[in-house]
C-alpha cells in the first residue's frame, strides 16, 4: 500500500504546477498591468509598501498616478525593450500614496502570456557596478576563459562564482541521461559540507522545475524561511486562469522544495542554468547556511558568469568531440582500406582487429558474415553470440544501430557474460541473412555516492498521504553492477558511418565481380569466335584429304596392299587433325562453362531478393525511389549458384533504379508456377520503346526511351546468365507507364 501511495504522491510532485503558485517572496513587491493603459491588474498584498495602499484599493488604478511625468517616459522606453527578460534593473522614484513622499526602486519587467508583471525590490547601497566589482567580474571572465578541459571550466566557474557572490558553497551539478545529478565540482569554506561527486536523484528537481530553467537564467531564495506573500487576485485577467510566474524573480517555492532545503541545512541559495545547445546541461547551485540576499549587480555578474559558461560548454565538448570524431574517422579510414586491400570483408577487418575495437571504444567485438563467426578479444561463446543475434533480429530488426550499456537489464541472458559483455554496439549489415557486427563493453562495477538515500518519505496526515523530502543529507552509498560506461554519440555515429561505408564496399565488390565476369565472358566469346574461324579454315584441309583417299579407294579397284596402306594412313591422320580440333573445342566450352557456372547449391529466393534490396536501398534513397518486395509466405528453393542470382538481380535493379524518376517506385516479387519460380522487377520508370524491345537484350542495345545511361551490357549479361541457368528471360513496357521484367528458374523441393 504504501508503494501505491509513494507512485501517487511521486506522480503529484512531478506535476505540480511550481509556475502559478499565487504567491511571491516577500524581498519585493510585484504588479501585472494592461498596456497600454498602464491599469494595474494584479498586486501582492505587501503593496503598501510601495505604492502606500493596500493591494483591492491599487487594483484597477493606473500606475501613472504614482509616477512623475519623467518617471512615467522612462518606463514606458524600458518596457519597449525587445528582451525584457535580458535587461538592467531600472532605477525609478515611486510615489508613496500614504506619505505622499517618492522612493527609488529597482523595477524588473517581463511579458507573460498578455499581461505586463513588473517586479520591485528596494535600493541596496549604491555598490552597483562599483569598480571593485567591475574588475572582479572581468577578473572571474578571463579565468574562466583560460579553462584548458570541461572539469576545469567546471571548477573555475564554481570559484569564480563563489567569489562574486560570496555564498558559502557552491556546486556545479550536470545531469545524466536520467536526469540525476552528479555534482563535478565544488568550492567551499572550511566549514561547509562537501558534495563533491555525490548523485541527487532526479526527483530533487523534477521536469517542470528544469523547464523552467531553460527560460529563466537567475532562480534566489534569499531567506529559506519566508512567509509567502499572496497576489490578489491570483488569475490572468488576460487569459482568465492563473497568474504564470514562471519568469518571476519573486516567485514563491513549492512548501517541498523549502522542507528539502531546511532539512539539507540551508538558509538562502542562488541557482543559476547552465544550458548547451538549448538543453539543459547542469546547474550552478548556491548554497548558504543562513539567509543571503544578494544585490542585483552581483546577481547580474553571476548571471553573466553562467551565460559565459554555457557558451563555453557548446565550445569545450565540440572541440573534445571534433577531436574524437577525427580519430574514428581515421580509423574508419584505415578499416575500409584495409578491406579493399584484402577485397572481403572479414579478413580485411580482422588484420586491423585494434582499429575494430578503437572505431567504437569497445573491449571486445563478434563478426556473423555468411554464417560464421569471427571474435576479437574476449566474447560472449557462439551458441549465446547466436541467441543474442536472434534476440536482436527479432526485437530490433528494423534498427540498423542498437546501442545499450545495460544489455541484461533488456537481455536476460545477457546477465550469465555481464563481466564482458554488459554493453552492446550492434551493426546490422545484410538482414537478410542477419550478419552483424557486435561489439561489447565489459560491466563498471561503481560505487555510487548519493547525497542521502534517494527516496522521499510519505507520511500519512489526517487521512492524506503527503510526499516529504529526506531528513539525511549524510552520504548514502549504492554499488551499481551490470552496467558499461555508456557509448558516446560519437561512437554510433561512427559505427552507423561505417555501415554505409560496408554496404558501399560490398556494392564495388559485386560490381567487380560483375564487371571480371563480363570481361571473362567477351574473352571468351572472343577466343570462341576465333577459334570457330581457325576450326572453320583449318579443318577444311583434314577433310579434303579424308575426302579424296576415300575416293581413289572406291574407284581404284586395283590398289595393292601397300598402296592401300598407304591411303588408310593418311586417312587416319586427316580423322586424328579433326579430332584433335574438336578436342579443343570442347576444352573451350569446358571451361567457359567452368566460369560462369560453378556448382549448384540449394538458394531460398525470397531470402536472395531481400538481400539484393537491402544491398540496393543506398542507391534508392539517394535517387528518392521506394524499392520493396511481395514474395509468397514461406520459401521457394532453386538449386543455382548464387552469385549469378544475385548478379540477375543487382543487374536488374540497377537497371528499373537508372530509369524511374524521384518519387518513383520498384517492387520485387517471386511466385511459383508450374515447377519455376518466377521473378519480376517491376518499376514505374519511362518506359521501353516498342520498336527496341525485339532487341532489348542485344549486346550494348540501350532500349529506354531519350535515355543515355549506361552501355547497354547488363540486360545481355542478365540473358546470358539466366539462360545458363536453364531459365527464361522476357520483358512487358510501357512508354510513360514504367516496365517489369521476368526470369523464370527451375524450382526444387527442400
Given at each position: ?91 525609478i522614484p515611486i510615489l508613496d500614496l500614504a506619505t505622499q513622499c517618492e ?413 571480371a565476369a563480363r570481361e571473362l565472358a567477351e574473352r571468351a566469346s572472343l ?224
Open positions: 500500500m504504501s508503494q501505491t501511495i509513494s507512485q501517487a504522491t511521486l506522480v503529484e510532485c512531478e506535476n505540480e504546477p511550481i509556475h502559478i503558485p499565487g504567491a511571491i517572496q516577500p524581498f519585493g513587491i510585484l504588479v501585472s498591468i494592461d498596456i497600454p493603459s498602464l491599469k494595474i491588474t494584479n498586486a501582492s498584498v505587501n503593496c503598501a509598501e510601495v505604492f502606500g495602499v493596500n493591494a483591492v484599493s491599487l487594483v484597477n488604478r493606473s500606475l501613472a498616478e504614482h509616477l512623475s511625468a519623467t518617471a512615467l517616459a522612462s518606463l514606458r522606453a524600458y518596457i519597449s525593450a525587445d528582451d525584457l527578460v535580458e535587461a538592467a534593473p531600472l532605477v522612493r527609488e526602486w529597482e523595477l524588473t519587467a517581463h511579458l507573460r502570456h498578455g499581461v505586463l508583471i513588473l517586479e520591485c525590490e528596494a535600493l541596496a547601497p549604491q555598490e552597483a557596478l562599483s569598480t571593485s566589482l567591475q574588475r572582479s567580474i572581468r577578473s572571474a571572465v578571463h579565468v574562466v576563459f583560460a579553462a584548458s578541459s570541461l572539469l576545469d571550466l567546471c571548477q573555475r566557474t564554481a570559484e569564480q562564482v563563489r567569489m562574486i557572490t560570496g555564498f558559502d558553497r557552491v556546486m556545479i551539478y550536470r545531469f545524466t541521461e536520467d536526469w540525476h545529478g552528479d555534482v563535478v565540482a565544488e568550492a567551499k569554506s572550511e566549514q561547509a559540507h562537501s558534495y563533491l561527486h555525490h548523485h541527487f536523484p532526479a526527483s530533487d528537481i523534477p521536469a517542470q522545475a528544469r523547464r523552467i530553467f531553460l527560460e529563466n537564467w537567475l532562480r534566489m531564495i534569499p531567506d529559506v524561511g519566508y512567509a509567502p506573500v499572496p497576489i490578489y487576485p491570483d488569475r490572468n485577467p488576460a487569459t482568465g486562469g492563473a497568474l504564470d510566474l514562471g519568469l518571476s524573480a519573486l516567485r514563491s517555492v513549492s512548501p517541498l522544495h523549502v522542507e528539502y532545503l531546511r532539512n539539507m541545512g540551508v538558509g538562502a541559495t542562488l541557482t543559476l542554468p547552465l544550458i548547451d545547445g538549448g538543453k539543459l546541461w547542469g546547474l550552478i547551485a548556491c548554497h548558504h547556511p543562513t539567509p543571503n540576499k544578494l544585490g542585483s549587480d552581483r546577481r547580474l555578474g553571476a548571471k553573466m558568469i553562467a551565460q559565459i559558461v554555457s557558451s563555453q560548454l557548446v565550445l569545450k565538448e565540440s572541440m573534445e568531440d571534433q577531436r574524437y570524431r577525427g580519430e574514428l574517422k581515421r580509423i574508419h579510414a584505415k578499416l575500409i582500406a584495409r578491406t579493399e586491400e584484402e577485397d572481403d570483408l572479414v579478413p580485411g577487418l580482422v588484420k586491423r582487429s585494434q582499429d575494430v575495437l578503437d572505431l567504437a571504444g569497445a573491449g571486445s567485438a563478434a563478426i556473423y558474415y555468411n554464417g560464421s563467426w569471427t571474435t576479437i578479444g574476449q566474447t560472449p561463446d557462439v551458441g549465446q553470440l547466436e541467441l543474442l543475434v536472434e534476440w536482436l533480429s527479432a526485437e530490433h530488426a528494423d534498427e540498423q544501430i542498437y546501442a545499450t550499456n545495460q544489455l541484461g537489464n533488456f537481455f536476460p541472458q545477457a546477465r550469465q557474460y555481464k563481466d564482458i559483455a554488459s554493453g552492446l554496439l550492434a551493426m546490422s549489415i545484410l538482414k537478410a541473412d542477419q550478419n552483424y557486427v557486435l561489439w561489447f563493453r565489459p560491466e563498471v562495477i561503481t560505487t555510487v555516492v548519493w547525497a542521502g538515500a534517494p527516496d522521499k518519505r510519505v507520511q500519512v496526515e489526517d487521512g492524506v498521504a503527503r510526499l516529504h523530502p529526506r531528513f539525511s543529507f549524510d552520504s548514502w552509498k549504492q554499488v551499481v553492477d551490470g552496467v558499461a560506461t555508456p557509448w558516446k554519440r560519437a561512437e554510433v555515429e561512427a559505427v552507423s558511418d561505417f555501415r554505409v561505408s560496408v554496404l558501399a564496399y560490398g556494392l564495388r565488390r559485386a560490381f567487380r565481380q560483375e564487371q577466343e570462341k569466335e576465333s577459334l570457330v574461324h581457325m576450326v572453320s579454315h583449318d579443318i577444311r584441309n583434314p577433310l579434303s584429304v579424308l575426302k579424296m583417299t576415300l575416293q581413289v579407294m572406291q574407284m581404284d579397284q586395283a590398289l595393292t596392299p601397300a598402296m592401300l596402306a598407304q591411303l588408310v594412313a593418311r586417312g587416319l591422320r586427316a580423322t586424328d587433325s579433326i579430332e584433335r580440333l574438336v578436342t579443343s573445342v570442347l576444352d573451350f566450352a569446358k571451361k567457359e562453362h567452368a566460369a560462369l557456372a560453378p556448382g549448384l547449391q540449394l538458394e531460398n529466393v525470397n531470402a536472395l531478393i531481400r538481400e539484393a534490396i537491402d544491398l540496393a536501398l543506398p542507391l534508392a534513397r539517394k535517387a528518392e525511389v521506394g524499392v520493396s518486395a511481395a514474395v509468397e509466405p514461406g520459401k521457394l528453393m532453386i538449386a543455382c549458384k548464387r552469385a549469378r542470382v544475385e548478379q540477375v538481380l543487382g543487374n536488374l535493379i540497377s537497371n528499373s533504379l537508372k530509369f524511374t524518376p524521384a518519387g518513383g517506385r520498384i517492387t520485387v516479387a517471386a511466385r511459383h508456377s508450374d515447377g519455376e519460380v518466377v521473378v519480376s522487377v517491376a518499376d514505374t520508370g519511362i518506359g521501353i520503346a516498342p520498336e527496341l524491345l525485339p532487341r532489348i537484350f542485344d549486346r550494348f542495345t540501350q532500349g529506354r526511351v531519350g535515355s543515355e545511361k549506361g552501355a547497354g551490357l547488363g540486360l545481355s549479361i542478365v540473358k546470358g546468365i539466366v539462360e545458363q541457368e536453364g531459365g527464361r528471360l522476357w520483358v512487358d513496357s510501357a512508354v510513360g507507364v514504367g516496365s517489369t521484367f521476368y526470369f523464370t528458374l527451375p524450382l526444387r523441393q527442400e
